[in-house]
């Protein structure tokens, strides 16, 4: 089992910066990637930016973000960000830390936080 603590988020203007960060505990060791996923009503959850959890880091945005957002992961604290800047209105959304172990080549096993809320307002 792998346990997943989100931080940060709130109410930022267009053109502002958050930094989201996430704990993660339990067997650790398993997990793949990690990531951040985010979903608005009525919408699919998307992926964001995941990183591999180990040895040299790989990550992974969505074209939607390429450029304003950067992944990273510190593997002596657990924790991995995503540190997000240029914020746009449409950025608004709930995001939710990922992490995910591989059962086989073909099944994995995803892991949640609890979400937490990001609004891009004036």
């Known amino acids: 089992q792998v346990q997943l603590v989100e931080s940060g988020g709130g109410l930022v203007q267009p053109g502002g910066s958050l930094r989201l960060s996430c704990a993660t505990s339990g067997s650790i060791f398993s997990i793949n990637r990690m990531g951040w996923y985010r979903q608005t009503p009525g919408k699919q959850r998307e992926l964001v930016a995941d990183?591999?959890?180990?040895?040299?880091?790989?990550?992974n945005y969505s074209d939607s973000v390429k450029g304003r957002f950067t992944i990273s992961r510190n593997n002596a604290e657990n924790t991995v960000a995503l540190q997000m800047n240029s914020l746009k209105p449409e950025d608004t959304a709930v995001y939710y830390c990922?992490?995910?172990?591989?059962?086989?080549?073909?099944?994995?096993?995803?892991?949640w936080g609890q979400g937490t809320q990001v609004t891009v307002s004036s």
């Open positions: 990183i591999t959890a180990r040895g040299s880091p790989v990550p």
């Open positions: 990922n992490a995910y172990t591989l059962v086989n080549d073909w099944i994995r096993r995803d892991y």
